[in-house]
């Protein structure tokens, strides 16, 4: 198995393996930048097929946070972990007491939260090992995860694209399809629901669908039908690749914008979106409110920095979701080139503006109350 040749290596600055032979335990972290800060990122727990699968992975979403924090103007670099093992049969507490010594090797370098396979409760295990974990905080109103603040997150990106593409700054109306109604899609079809918004759903799993219909009034459709719809927006909150050979020519909306990672199958599925004049908000600026969530989280860590501090800048955090999104919008219209192309190389303006690597020293960084201007180099 490569590494440094990986076709998704892209120069990531960190990739470690961790075998614990004991709890059974094998993990990899991959450091992708850290140029902003230490990497922030997800413990993903999957039964991979293979290794290489696993690294593939794993590389793969580290490079992504990298770009979202950079976007989302964080003092974060980017990192992910991924545990090769099914979660619901293979995780016990030695497992995540030995991933939480695994990043404490990292002296900060990675800071871990959940992801698929992980919750509150096992990050927290984790925290047993190591303070590196986020994600887990009380004081937030919802124990931790980031959820809620990713479903606001998506309903201030959406609005900005409905602004931007249909010119409208009410939702009353608006027809919206949304496909996955988990932690997320639920939770942005309620705020929709709210603004006037009417609703067509699909979800793999019945219940999620009758809530939908009985709490929200809305129309509920076949997983087929959600993309063939005559709507305004189409909202992917479930898997990655949703935008692909198979759907993308059913697409009938003005407007795609939702929370699920990876919703464009290949690059090339963005450009048809841009020919075709559909605005394409994102995926990884659109979710960014998780990240804002778990930084701010770590924030209250340090002395003086309160809930309320906690939540005044939670809030208009994610609210600048919706700055950086026109932004991009407005790049995107006067250079003709597809949004998805404009959001990467604005954040690689961001982050390569740094030339320097986080180190331990910078500990107390991520914990102060220093502004949001990037970190300078201190080596
Ligand atoms: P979730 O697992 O709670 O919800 C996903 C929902 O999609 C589930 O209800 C599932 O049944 C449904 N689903 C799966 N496959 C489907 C299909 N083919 N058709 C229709 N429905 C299907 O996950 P979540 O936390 O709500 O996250 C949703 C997406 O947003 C994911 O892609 C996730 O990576 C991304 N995301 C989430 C967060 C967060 O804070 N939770 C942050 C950033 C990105």
Redesign the pocket.
């Known amino acids: 198995m490569s590494v440094f040749s990986h076709r998704e290596f892209d120069n990531h600055q960190q990739v470690a393996f961790f075998n614990d032979k004991k709890s059974g335990l094998r993990a990899i972290i991959a450091v992708h930048n850290t140029n902003l800060g230490p990497a922030l990122g997800g413990c993903r727990m999957w039964p991979y097929g293979s290794d290489e699968e696993a690294l593939t992975d794993v590389l793969r979403l580290s490079k992504g946070m990298t770009y979202k924090s950079a976007l989302a103007n964080l003092q974060l670099g980017g990192g992910k972990a991924v545990i090769i093992g099914e979660s619901r049969t293979q995780k016990t507490d030695d497992l995540l007491y030995a991933m939480g010594d695994f990043i404490e090797g990292l002296g900060g370098r990675y800071i871990t939260t959940?992801?698929?396979g992980t919750s509150v409760t096992d990050i927290l295990k984790m925290g047993q090992r190591t303070e590196h974990v986020s994600g887990v905080d009380k004081a937030s109103d919802h124990g931790g995860?980031?959820?809620p603040?990713?479903?606001r997150g998506v309903f201030v990106s959406l609005r900005e694209a409905v602004l931007h593409k249909l010119g409208r700054s009410d939702l009353k109306g608006l027809k919206v399809a949304i496909?996955?109604?988990?932690?997320?899609?639920?939770r942005l079809a309620r705020y929709l629901h709210e603004a006037g918004a009417t609703l067509y759903v699909?979800?793999?799993?019945k219940v999620?669908v009758d809530r939908a219909v009985r709490e929200l009034g809305a129309t509920a459709v076949s997983?087929e039908d959600?993309f063939g719809l005559d709507v305004d927006v189409f909202a992917?909150?479930?898997?990655?690749a949703?935008i692909n050979d198979n759907t993308i020519d059913k697409l009938k909306v003005s407007i795609v914008a939702?929370?699920?990672?990876?919703q464009l199958a290949t690059l090339k599925h963005g450009e048809i979106l841009h020919q075709r004049g559909i605005l394409y908000a994102p995926?990884y600026v659109v979710?960014?409110?998780?990240?804002i969530?778990v930084y701010y989280q770590r924030k209250m860590l340090v002395a003086g920095y309160s809930a309320a501090n906690y939540a005044k800048d939670l809030s208009a955090k994610v609210d600048g979701i919706g700055a950086t999104l026109h932004e991009i919008f407005v790049r995107s219209d006067a250079e003709n080139v597809p949004t998805f192309v404009v959001a990467d190389r604005l954040a690689e303006e961001r982050f390569n503006a740094v030339d320097c690597h986080w180190q331990p020293q910078r500990q107390n960084q991520l914990k102060s109350n220093a502004p949001m201007a990037a970190p300078s180099c201190n080596r």
């Open positions: 959940e992801d698929s995860d980031p959820s603040t990713t479903a496909q996955g109604l988990g932690n997320v899609g639920y699909t979800d793999i799993v999620n997983g959600i992917p909150c479930a898997l990655g949703a939702g929370a699920a990672n990876n995926d979710n960014a409110g998780g990240i969530d």
